[in-house]
């Protein structure tokens, strides 16, 4: 089992809809977990970290985190074509090290 | 804020030859930095953690003679490639993390240095 999983995509929306992405992990010590969005050729930004269980929103962006679960999410609203990329789940365990996801391509069409 | 630099940004050189990667943080200090490396249509894959004044940790099935790290003050880290070949090429990049640090531990990431050995 991978230490990150993420569904690699490709996740296809309209503009405008709500684009959900799915991310689970599997060590329970974990204790923050980020999303970082990625687009071809570039390096990852940083869109969202979360600590606390619960949701956390910024702009159209929305963290979802249970860890009994052992699951993270983001929903992105009102989703735009400049909202295509590759989102990579990260999770930090320890020592500042980050897991990342094999990553979950995003298009979104006109 | 939070602003990481790299130098160069793009690499071409031959076989045997060195390349020096260079990694900044530029409006904040960071104790520690990573270096990753990502292959075409893969996730990034951590090298080593380069720690300001001591030597880096490498992750396993990373060369440590071949990669070389040096972190020789709190905003700059280096990464060598020694004797680079074809099989080295590949989008290198660097993060650094805030000594502020806070609650989450959030990295930043560099532009990447996409090198090429022909």
């Known amino acids: 089992q991978k230490e990150v999983e993420q569904n690699s995509g490709p996740l296809s929306v309209p503009e405008g809809a709500i684009a959900s992405l799915n991310c689970t992990y599997s060590?329970?010590?974990?204790?923050?977990f980020f999303w970082y969005r990625q687009y071809s050729g570039k390096s990852p930004e940083l869109i969202m970290s979360?600590?606390?269980?619960g949701d956390k929103e910024d702009g159209r962006f929305t963290a979802q985190l249970n860890k009994a679960s052992q699951y993270v999410s983001l929903l992105i609203r009102d989703s735009q074509p400049s909202d295509s990329a590759t989102y990579l789940c990260?999770?930090?365990?320890?020592?500042?090290?980050?897991?990342f996801g094999q990553g979950t391509i995003l298009t979104v069409h006109p | 804020g939070a602003v990481v630099s790299q130098h160069p940004s793009r690499v071409i050189c031959k076989s045997g030859t060195s390349v020096k990667i260079e990694c900044r943080s530029l409006?904040?200090?960071?104790?520690?930095m990573f270096w990753y490396r990502q292959f075409p249509k893969q996730s990034l894959m951590l090298m080593a953690t380069?720690?300001?004044?001591?030597?880096?940790?490498?992750e396993q099935g990373v060369e440590k003679d071949k990669f070389l790290i040096n972190h020789a003050s709190l905003t700059l880290s280096t990464l060598t490639v020694t004797s680079a070949h074809p099989e080295d090429s590949s989008f290198y990049i660097c993060?650094?993390?805030?000594?502020?640090?806070?609650?989450?531990?959030?990295?930043?990431f560099g532009p990447g240095t996409r090198l090429t050995v022909l």
């Open positions: 409006d904040f200090q960071a104790t520690t």
């Open positions: 979360i600590y606390s269980n």
């Open positions: 993060s650094a993390r805030d000594l502020g640090g806070g609650l989450y531990n959030e990295q930043f």
């Open positions: 380069s720690n300001e004044g001591s030597k880096a940790t490498y």
């Open positions: 060590d329970r010590v974990s204790q923050s």
């Open positions: 990260a999770v930090n365990k320890s020592y500042g090290k980050l897991t």
